[in-house]
């Protein structure tokens, strides 16, 4: 590169990161590293991109932030929607293979099914990142990025047990949990929320009216808002009509989006019958809205540009051949390997704190959440 070029390059390079740094100013974590201008030297290796579905804001982000960190690089993305079809993933992924990428970053749709596509990208020597949720059964997987499932699942379950105030005695309240699909890798969540909640439901402090407690019985396939609405649509016409419902443990956004819709329907979210406690995870625009309308008590904030941001640098840390950043080498076993992982913080959100987390940091603009 001649010294004017390279001159340009470090300009442009600051401008870019002078404006990252403003706009992300009080944001919760370091950010990731700024690319140098060896990896942008780097030439045009290809980097596959296979995010389950456009459907949820979630995975708009996730992949928006992934190719733009790994352009910036100086890699070539191939970015891919599956739009929840397992089918769909796997012939996109096969074509990422066909074509020549060097890593595949993976957020599966059934952490079950891809054994046999990851299968031939091991045979030509194309690394995994498994995204968000951890692939299994299969040596094909390299690295794992991830938020702490685990510690977000105890923040959903202490924020109920601190808004019923159950550790002050107080209860007993009405209660029901709605959960995720049982091939992704909900069973982390789950757990770790449901044994927040667990002694209070032994003790009979939180009634679970419709009985249903297991993570079969309180799934929804693909996190469908619709499937979730549906369900609790059931379990108040069967279980609430004389009942008031006081806290509900949604695992994420959609599926408390879609119990708000079904708790609405049958006449709560007024002075008499008023919202239940309720709970969500990645601060979805519609659900930020929900918490500032008073419909959802809170959810997680998972700041995504973050995690993509990091998994960018792992990539570029594989593909140049230098150690990949990850902080846990013990504790996520995929059924044929301890899978090296990252685990990233998270926080979560609600009317008191979203202003600070989610507007002061550049995350969402104030119009967005109008
Ligand atoms: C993610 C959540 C997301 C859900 C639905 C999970 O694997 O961890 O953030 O809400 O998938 O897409």
Redesign the pocket.
Known sequence: MNKKLMAGWLILLSIILAIAGCSNADKTQEKPEASSSESAANGKVLVGVSM??KS?Q??NQDGGYLKEHLEKKGYKVDLQFAENKVESQISQIENMITMGAKVLII?PIDVNALVNVLDSAKAQDIKVISY??LIMNTDAVDYYA??D?TIIGRMLGEYIVDQLGLKEGKGPYNFEIVS?PVN???AV?FNAAVDVVKPYIDEGKLVVRSGQTTMEQTATPN?EEKEAQARMDNILTAFYTDEHLDAVLCL???TSLGTQAALKSAGYGTADKPMPILTG??ADIANVKAIIAGEQSMSIF?DTSYLAGKVADMTDAIIKGSEVSVNDTENYHNGKRVVPSLLLESKFVDKNNYKQLLIDSGYYTEDELK
């Open positions: 389950p579905t949820l979630r995975w957020a968000d949720r991830t938020f499932n995720g992704d890798t909900t969540l996190w994420n956004d959609s995870q990645d998972k």
